[in-house]
């Protein structure tokens, strides 16, 4: 059996915004968006959880490369 | 490695610029002056890597302007020391050359502080880190001030341009807090490469403000080292991000 999907996504995000805040930026958007942790989420959420986070992406790399970056996430999130 | 490189060769500059101030002092007022242009074409450079709707490209501009006045201005009018004794025209010229400098590097790294805002989500302590550099300023910042107003007569125009300086100072090194905060909370992301050489340009300027509060003898070797290094991690923290960012080009889908 393959990773979870947000383990992926999380591992992912990593790479860009450093662990710390790839945990804490999927909690605080899981939270705020649906009311629940990210593990207590369905797979058919992550997609929104990802698109949630696009502000935070867009404010540190600029428009252009946080919509590639997005894009990429939703990937992991769809394998 | 090769950001390694590049913070060895910000240290390494440094240095070579305080040795040619025991051996050679005209080349290191030359070099010394050569840097302030070196984070101005890289922030420019920087800043068009992002589109016009983004709040970094205006910071990089902001930031960038800062230090091609800066570079302006020395080769203009030179440093503080050349103009203690020199006419009013030309003190009133190198006070608005350190005011613009000052403008620009605040505004600059308060549109870098404001990188969270609107995200939906900040580092939760930043705020008290922003706090405890304020205080820090602030204890550096007073006897900077009394410094200068020693050493220069009141209202003078020179005077004015070394008060708009502590007092860029002390915002400057207040905002150090949210750069901090921000460094701290991309550790171990690709992202935090840029924030590393700013934190590390911005704290070499708060260690350039030390020499008030320091002893003579050890403020003289320290400065040469220090605003040199100050003035090129601030160029490192504009080409990390330019090379983030081309990385991030190369390993992403279009």
Request: charged share 15%; aromatic share 10%.
């Amino acid at each position: 059996m393959g990773e979870p999907a947000l383990e992926r996504l999380q591992k992912c995000l990593a790479v860009y915004v450093g662990p710390h805040t790839a945990r804490l930026s999927l909690k605080t958007f899981a939270q705020k968006h649906f009311g629940m942790l990210p593990n207590q989420l369905p797979p058919s959420a992550l997609p929104d959880l990802v698109r949630s986070l696009r502000p935070l992406l867009r404010s540190m790399l600029g428009e252009a490369d946080s919509e590639k970056l997005s894009r990429l996430l939703l990937m992991e999130c769809e394998q | 490695m090769k950001y390694w490189l590049l913070g060895a060769a910000c240290v390494l500059y440094g240095v070579v610029v305080a040795l040619l101030r025991q051996f050679d002092p005209a080349a290191a007022r030359l070099a010394l002056f050569a840097a302030y242009a070196l984070p101005a074409v890289a922030g420019v450079i920087t800043a068009l890597s992002y589109g016009s709707r983004d709040r970094l490209r205006w910071a990089w501009l902001v930031y960038a302007s800062g230090y091609g006045i800066g570079f302006l201005g020395k080769l203009v009018i030179g440093d503080l020391a050349e103009n203690l004794h020199a006419a009013t025209s030309h003190q009133i010229i190198w006070s608005l050359f350190v005011f613009c400098f000052n403008a620009c590097g605040v505004a600059g790294l308060a549109l870098f502080a404001r990188v969270w805002s609107g995200t939906g989500m900040a580092p939760p302590w930043r705020r008290w880190a922003t706090l405890g550099f304020f205080v820090l300023a602030l204890a550096i910042g007073i006897p900077n001030a009394r410094n200068a107003m020693g050493l220069l007569s009141p209202m003078s125009p020179i005077a004015i341009g070394a008060m708009a300086s502590v007092i860029g100072d002390i915002v400057s090194i207040t905002l150090i807090g949210p750069i901090f905060a921000t460094m701290i909370a991309l550790r171990g992301g690709v992202l935090a490469r840029p924030w590393f050489f700013l934190f590390a340009s911005v704290l070499c300027w708060l260690l350039n403000n030390l020499p008030a509060v320091l002893p003579a003898n050890v403020a003289t070797y320290y400065d040469g080292i220090v605003r040199p290094a100050a003035i090129t991690f601030a160029a490192a923290a504009a080409i990390a991000q330019l090379w983030v960012k081309r990385e991030l080009r190369a390993g992403l889908p279009d």
